[in-house]
């Protein structure tokens, strides 16, 4: 399994994330097709909320 995907979203590392689904590679592809939008629309606003500074 590659680390990561290719893609213009951010990196999502798959090594772990298949640690914690079992190693299935089906768990991974199945969370990255329904879920990687979402997951980097989190990522987003976990960064404009560090940068704001507040806690």
Known sequence: M???E????PPI???ALGKMLGDDPALVQMI???FRA???GD???LG???ASGDP
């Open 13 to 15: 590392d798959l090594v």
């Open 6 to 9: 290719s893609s213009d979203m």
């Open 48 to 50: 404009e909320l560090a």
């Open 38 to 40: 979402e997951i980097a």
């Open 43 to 45: 990522i987003a606003a």
């Open 32 to 34: 990255l097709g329904k």
């Open 2 to 4: 590659k680390i990561t």
